[in-house]
Every structure is written in structure tokens, then in C-alpha cells.
């Protein structure tokens, strides 16, 4: 009989403790947080208070480490495709198109001074599969691709979650493919490589004579 009433009190007592922690955060509710951002220190030190953000309008402040959506400067690239061999979901697809000599002051230079030699009319990512694994930002040698604090990109399409990045129009990506192909049919052939004259027979060893004698 004892332990049935011990039960019931264990019982009343959760009751009333989880009630006591849900009216505690009732009544802070109309008190706010203070204005630390996530990336600050005092962020949890901050008062009790209201915790749900009104979204979109505020969000919690992305850390400046954080690796959210992918952008590239398609300026700043060089058409190397590291990263889309290093994507380990190959996500990133890209075409380039060789610069005839006379468009390589037309393709310009990067911001840190090299040349470009690849028109790019194809940089697309799928940010649908990117698993934001920085792979591809860390082998880019020109740092064109980087991670941005963008965390939502919700999007309604499937397609829209495609970004594109090329710096060539369809038509303007036909007239340098076909500019290429002039160059590179007119450039003079290469002379064949002179074949290697073929190694000397050794000698046929004599026999000793001690094993003649023999």
C-alpha cells in the first residue's frame, strides 16, 4: 500500500517539476536576448528570454568559418578543372574552349596577374547534391571558389537549385570553338619524331678454350 502511494508522489513531483521549467520559460518569453551573435562569446551567457527568432526576417548570424553555398568568380577562374575532378559527388560540371592567340588580351588576366588561356562557357553546380565538403575550394588555385554564409536556398524547381556560371553565351561559345579549330588547323604540323637507330648486336661470346681442352 506504501509503495503505491510513494508512486503517486513520485508522479505528482515530475508532474510539477517539468511545469515549474515550462511556466519559468513562459514568463522569460517576454523578456529578449540580448544582441550577441552566434560567433560571439557571450552568446551563451546571454539572459533567459525569448528564443524564437521571427524568420526571415532574423536569423542567427552564420560563423565566418562556416561552408554554405558554393559561388564561383568566374573571373578569377582559370578553367583547370581541379575541382571538378577532386568533387567527390561530381557535382560541378564544366567545358572550357582553348584561347586562339589573338583573344588572349580579350580573356584577360585574374586578379593576381596570370593569363587566362580557357574560355569557360560551362560552369555549372548543383547545389542540390553538394555535400559542402570544401574538397573543391581548397584545391582551386586561384581561390575563384569559395563557401558563402548563404545557409537557406530553398527553392520550388529542381532546376533553379542548378547555378551557372559560364562565361560564354551559347552563340559566343560556337564562334570560339570554331575560331579554335581554324587556329589549330592552321598551325603548322609538327616534324615526326626521328626514330631512335636500333641498338648494335653484342657480339657472340667465344667459347673458353679450357673447356675446348676439355
Sequence with gaps: MSEYFRNIASSTSTILT????????????????????????????????????????????????????LHNDIEDCIGCGQCVRACPIECITMETIKVTKADLETCGKTSGGQQKRF???????????CMTCG???????????????????????REHMIYHFGNLSRIEADLMRKKAEEEKKAAPA???PKAKPAPKPKPAQQPNASSNNE
Design 190 to 192: 609538327k616534324p615526326a
Design 135 to 157: 574538397i573543391c575550394v581548397s584545391v582551386c588555385p586561384t581561390a575563384c571558389l569559395t563557401h558563402t554564409k548563404v545557409s537557406d536556398f530553398t527553392e520550388f524547381d
Design 119 to 129: 574560355w569557360i562557357p560551362v560552369f555549372d553546380i548543383d547545389i542540390a547534391k
Design 18 to 69: 517539468g511545469m515549474g521549467i515550462t511556466l519559468k520559460h513562459f514568463f522569460n518569453a517576454f523578456k529578449r536576448k540580448g544582441e550577441a551573435g552566434i560567433e560571439e562569446s557571450g552568446y551563451f551567457g546571454q539572459v533567459d528570454g525569448l528564443v524564437t527568432l521571427q524568420y526571415p526576417r532574423e536569423a542567427i548570424p552564420t560563423p565566418d568559418n562556416a561552408r554554405y553555398r
